[in-house]
């Protein structure tokens, strides 16, 4: 962890109701009226402007998991990982929340490498946990640094990946090792493959085009890859398997274009954002 990193702010860190508004954002992409209407319906009694633009979307931006603002919000392919998920059950819920809070730990807070430091049934005790996370950020001198540092940390208890016990904190090893697991079955490189072309198809098709947001495309391939594979290919897993794809030999070729930045959700290829795609012919 870099002392240059400022801390990210996570004002909803309750996991149950950042579900319930991934649910609000599923029913209701691109209707910033009806998304507000229901989730003040989660929050009765509480202010609009403190609740609705002052807590879920600053969190839900924050955590990768919608896109869009304005009346153009829309859940990005994590968001919608999480929700198709509970559409079978809160089992599985859980197990492809605990994918995606991984890789947003590993992208944004590291906590969960932190912890490897303390003995395993041991763990540490939460303030000293907080003292020792909040003292390396660039921000650590803003008062609510302890509380950001706090929220996450219950964030990852609420998930499992961290388990708290006589006010101790450690690593949930059980729910990391699955998680671990869950990942590497979602690396065969073939059944990946056949899902990214499948998805590019099928986001073509949608947009009437040839030219497709690299977004629209991962969106479409993490829902297909689990709905028929039982696969949970996170944002950072489609991205990083198309890094192993681009090189090797096809029948096809694919280009990539409009320069974008990694605050869009664009698609990092050696150097350089992308944020659209086209697939051809390599005989065209």
């Given at each position: 962890?870099?002392?240059?990193?400022?801390?990210?702010?996570?004002?909803?860190?309750?996991?149950?109701?950042?579900?319930?508004?991934?649910?609000?954002?599923?029913?209701?992409?691109?209707?910033?009226?009806?998304?507000?209407?229901?989730?003040?319906?989660?929050?009765?009694?509480?202010?609009?402007?403190s609740v609705?633009?002052?807590?879920?979307?600053?969190?839900?931006?924050?955590?990768?998991l919608i896109?869009?603002?304005?009346?153009?919000?829309?859940?990005?392919?994590?968001?919608?990982?999480?929700?198709?998920?509970?559409?079978?059950?809160?089992?599985?819920?859980?197990r492809v929340?605990?994918?995606?809070?991984?890789?947003?730990?590993?992208?944004?807070?590291?906590?969960?490498?932190?912890?490897?430091?303390?003995?395993?049934?041991?763990?540490?005790?939460?303030?000293?946990?907080?003292?020792?996370?909040?003292?390396?950020?660039?921000?650590?001198?803003?008062?609510?640094?302890?509380?950001?540092?706090?929220?996450?940390?219950?964030?990852?208890?609420?998930?499992?990946?961290?388990?708290?016990?006589?006010?101790?904190?450690?690593?949930?090893?059980?729910?990391?090792?699955?998680?671990?697991?869950?990942?590497?079955?979602?690396?065969?490189?073939?059944?990946?493959?056949?899902?990214?072309?499948?998805?590019?198809?099928?986001?073509?098709?949608?947009?009437?085009?040839?030219?497709?947001?690299?977004?629209?495309?991962?969106?479409?391939?993490?829902?297909?890859?689990?709905?028929?594979?039982?696969?949970?290919?996170?944002?950072?897993?489609?991205?990083?398997?198309?890094?192993?794809?681009?090189?090797?030999?096809?029948?096809?070729?694919?280009?990539?274009?409009?320069?974008?930045?990694?605050?869009?959700?664009?698609?990092?290829?050696?150097?350089?954002?992308?944020?659209?795609?086209?697939?051809?012919?390599?005989?065209?």
């Amino acid at each position: 962890m870099s002392s240059l990193q400022v801390l990210p702010i996570i004002k909803e860190n309750r996991w149950s109701k950042i579900v319930d508004a991934l649910r609000v954002f599923s029913e209701f992409p691109f209707n910033r009226d009806r998304q507000r209407v229901a989730i003040m319906g989660l929050y009765p009694k509480k202010d609009e402007k403190s609740v609705f633009r002052g807590m879920v979307i600053p969190t839900l931006r924050q955590l990768g998991l919608i896109l869009g603002r304005d009346n153009a919000i829309r859940l990005s392919a994590n968001g919608m990982l999480i929700v198709v998920a509970q559409d079978r059950n809160n089992q599985e819920m859980m197990r492809v929340s605990r994918v995606v809070v991984d890789e947003i730990d590993r992208d944004k807070f590291s906590f969960l490498q932190i912890l490897r430091r303390y003995t395993p049934g041991h763990g540490i005790a939460e303030d000293e946990f907080v003292h020792n996370v909040g003292s390396a950020y660039r921000n650590a001198g803003h008062a609510p640094i302890r509380e950001r540092v706090r929220r996450w940390l219950r964030l990852l208890v609420d998930v499992g990946l961290v388990m708290e016990k006589d006010g101790m904190f450690a690593r949930h090893e059980n729910s990391i090792n699955a998680v671990r697991s869950e990942v590497g079955r979602a690396d065969d490189i073939k059944v990946f493959e056949r899902g990214f072309l499948s998805a590019y198809r099928s986001a073509a098709e949608r947009f009437r085009g040839a030219v497709v947001d690299i977004a629209a495309v991962r969106e479409i391939a993490s829902v297909t890859l689990y709905q028929r594979h039982d696969i949970v290919v996170t944002e950072g897993h489609f991205d990083e398997m198309l890094r192993k794809l681009l090189p090797a030999s096809h029948d096809y070729v694919v280009s990539m274009g409009r320069p974008g930045s990694w605050k869009v959700k664009s698609f990092l290829y050696k150097t350089n954002f992308y944020r659209t795609i086209a697939i051809t012919s390599s005989g065209a």
